[in-house]
């Protein structure tokens, strides 16, 4: 069966440049998150939906970052304009409700020169 | 502000001990626990999870406990492998299906 599905595994681009990560959530399951793993906070949730929709994205940190999910197998996150402080790896991750467990994919490594 | 934390970053336990791996949390309305193992490179994965409802959950090496009254959960793993080595995360689920992790704490089994 196919896990989470993240492009690109690696993102390297300049300061000022759009950047767009995209992720295919595991078939049948109606939750998506989206986190940013950094040292000093960990995995820190930037937004979630449940069936397509926007619950929660009290977590994404600036104006510069949107999310969407335009039907129950895609999603992106973008960041317009890029700076360095948003070096990181970028996880998502989907579940099925009712089971609580999240799994993951294997994370969209970012670095803004 | 972290509403879970792990204190501990780092872990060193000899090949065949006990390790045990801490975690606290300030909201008292979580109502599901989980730990997540994360190799280099690699997704979190699933570990073991526990509801708020039980104080112990185990699955073979790997047992979890819960104190409620403390809002402390641990992760313990007997005996602990070389192949244990990687970072642990204690996360927990508030009623709106957020999951909240803290920060990991890295262990390393010395063979």
């Known amino acids: 069966d196919a896990g989470v599905i993240q492009s690109p595994r690696h993102e390297v681009t300049e300061m000022g440049q759009e950047v767009t990560l995209r992720c295919k959530p595991i078939?049948?399951?109606?939750?998506l998150f989206w986190y940013r793993q950094t040292m000093m906070r960990g995995l820190e949730l930037l937004i979630y939906f449940n069936n397509n929709v926007p619950i929660d994205d009290s977590g994404m940190p600036e104006d510069r970052f949107s999310a969407k999910m335009p039907n129950a197998s895609f999603s992106t996150l973008k960041i317009q304009p890029s700076e360095p402080r948003d070096s990181a790896v970028y996880f998502c991750?989907?579940?099925?409700?009712?089971?609580?467990?999240?799994?993951f994919g294997e994370g969209s490594r970012l670095t803004v020169l | 502000d972290q509403q879970v934390k792990q204190n501990s970053p780092s872990l060193s336990v000899q090949e065949g001990r006990i390790s045990i791996l801490n975690c606290d949390y300030t909201n008292s309305m979580f109502d599901y626990f989980l730990w997540y193992k994360k190799y280099p490179a690699e997704g979190p994965t699933f570990l073991i999870s526990?509801?708020?409802?039980?104080d112990k959950n185990e699955d073979g090496r790997f047992t979890v406990f819960l104190n409620k009254s403390a809002k402390h959960l641990s992760l313990h793993i007997v005996p602990s492998q070389p192949g244990d080595s990687a970072v642990y995360f204690c996360?927990?689920?508030?009623?709106?299906?957020?999951?909240?992790f803290g920060t990991g704490t890295s262990l390393t089994v010395i063979p």
């Open positions: 996360a927990a689920k508030g009623r709106g299906n957020q999951f909240y």
């Open positions: 991750a989907s579940s099925f409700r009712r089971t609580g467990e999240l799994f």
């Open positions: 526990i509801s708020s409802i039980k």
């Open positions: 078939s049948g399951h109606n939750s």
